[in-house]
């Protein structure tokens, strides 16, 4: 349970809190892609240490720390895995330019945890299911995804409960080989899959009776609206997109292959995704209305 | 026999479910822990049979302390039936639930045979003996859990909130059938909000708030007593609520029993004429 708790939407008041989903999905969009498109370790460090303000800010330093804590042993498991292939594929590179390209894969793995997790720790699952519909996706496509991570505490809650009613029964999980330990999970994972198929058919039914999908048009409550930090958010990220390109264009020495073709392609692929990524943030602030534009519509359209 | 001396649990969550619980069940009593939602009730019996550890205190099943052995070895001797019976019920047919805490404790395959017999009659299941638990109703599955613990015939025999969901003529079963157990010298702990249920069967009562044991007596006790059941966000049996009016005719007023209050009123009223 631990792991997820890094992971796990925490309710707090903070400026990061109140963002717009969409603005934090843009940062996560342009990190990931930093992440993936440098691959020596100054940037990734960068791209690690300036996102600590912003945990700070979000008041989930502790846990961030745990989602960090969980990642350890992937880490090290990656560091280890590149030194090792790297040392023995790669004969002609020195112990410190093999350590340093490993610490960057690492950094790598890491920068893209810490950024999930920001994301995932500051995000409610309401708000996030909220800028899916209004960007313009169907409603019961977002009403399935919120309704998805809505009930994995639920099923979590309810899998303990059945491991326990077993072991009261005298099951034990960690009894006999390899085998028969996953057999043993037979009497825990039928009764899990059984009660939440029949839970969906009960909200189902529910959600019917209280006549979902009677209105064509929904409105909503809420309505999001980028405002300045938001702005902010996205321009800065931007920008640190904008400095670490240019810091690959002026250092791209010999760790980072000086193939100019390569580094062509690459910078052609950061401005085709900072191209894409414009594209996106319009399509957006298009689809963003005000809530009082829904209020034309007569309130049970489509329900005669 | 269970003692439980300054029992503190806390959930990793942070919840403190219990705060201080000190107790001694003796072999072949019957005893019900009522309180309100969240007071910890499931809690304590789920340190019964181990499947959870005090973080502070020491729980004890017959003289053995519940954290040096093996959840299995104890609920042998404790049989812990869960509320819903869905979150146990996994085979294809009722035979093989009953059978699979059999086979997980090690019975030979003829004692196997004939406790799975045995528990199918007790509980009136034997012509679902080859239907599928999941094409049961409600009820009938919550009687097939229960089965399914009392085959291996454990002598302490936990049920939580067993009358949930049963018609009237259901519990009117389960409370013979649990006198039956208790009279054969099983030790009976029910969970239950159901002071109906428990003014009928009128056992020891446990009473419980926040995660501690405000009350603890019997049942013509407590649940007469209604300052102390307020605490506890639980009503007073009709009965007993009647012979708190009637209190000024000079009725006794601690009565919870149906059978017992018709005497009395019965005498009363024959006295007037």
Known sequence: ?304 | MIVMENVYFTYPNGVEALRGIDLKIEDGEFIAIMGQNGAGKTTLVKHMNGLLKPTRGRVLVDDVETTKVSVAKLARKVGLVFQNPDHQLFSETVEDEIRFALKNFGFDEETIKKRVDWALNLLDLERYRNVSPFMLSGGERKRVALASVLAWDPSIIILDEPTIGQDYRQKERLRQFIMQLNQQGKTIIIVTHDVEFVAECSPKILLMREGKIIAEGEAREILTDEPLLYQASISMPEIAKIFKKLSALGLPSKVIDLYEAANILYERLSDIR
């Not at chain 1, 005298?170 to 059984?194: H, S």
């Open chain 1, 1 to 304: 349970m631990s792991i997820f708790d890094g992971f796990k939407f925490r309710s707090e008041s903070s400026p990061i809190h109140e963002m717009d989903p969409r603005a934090k999905f843009i940062y996560v969009c342009i990190l990931f892609s930093s992440a993936i498109i440098f691959n020596n370790i100054i940037p990734l460090l960068i791209l690690f240490l300036i996102q600590m303000p912003i945990v700070l800010l979000a008041k989930v330093q502790r846990e961030w720390l745990r989602s960090m804590k969980a990642s350890a042993f992937f880490a090290t498991l990656i560091f280890a895995m590149n030194f090792l292939s790297l040392y023995f594929y790669a004969g002609h590179e020195t112990i410190c330019s093999i350590t340093e390209r490993s610490a960057a894969m690492t950094m790598r793995f890491l920068v893209l945890i810490q950024t999930f997790s920001i994301f995932f720790l500051t995000t409610s699952p309401d708000m996030l299911g909220l800028a899916l519909e209004q960007s313009g996706i169907p409603y019961e496509i977002c009403f399935a995804f919120t309704t998805a991570v809505r009930f994995v505490p639920v099923l979590a809650e309810e899998a303990q409960t059945i491991i326990d009613a077993q072991r009261a029964r005298g099951l034990e999980l960690e009894r006999g080989n390899i085998i028969r330990r996953i057999r043993n999970y037979i009497p825990i994972l039928i009764p899990l899959i059984v009660n939440a198929i029949r839970r969906s058919m009960e909200l189902a039914e529910t959600m019917e009776s209280r006549a979902w999908g009677a209105v064509k048009n929904r409105t909503n409550l809420y309505a999001l609206r980028i405002k300045g930090r938001d702005i902010l958010l996205i321009a800065s990220s931007f920008v640190i997109l904008i400095i670490l390109s240019i810091y690959l264009d002026l250092h791209s020495g010999p760790i980072n292959n000086s193939d100019d073709a390569l580094l062509n392609r690459r910078l052609r692929l950061v401005a085709r995704i900072i191209k894409i990524k414009r594209g996106i943030l319009t399509f957006r602030l298009r689809g963003c209305k005000r809530p009082f534009e829904y209020a034309e519509h007569p309130r049970l359209d489509g329900y005669s």
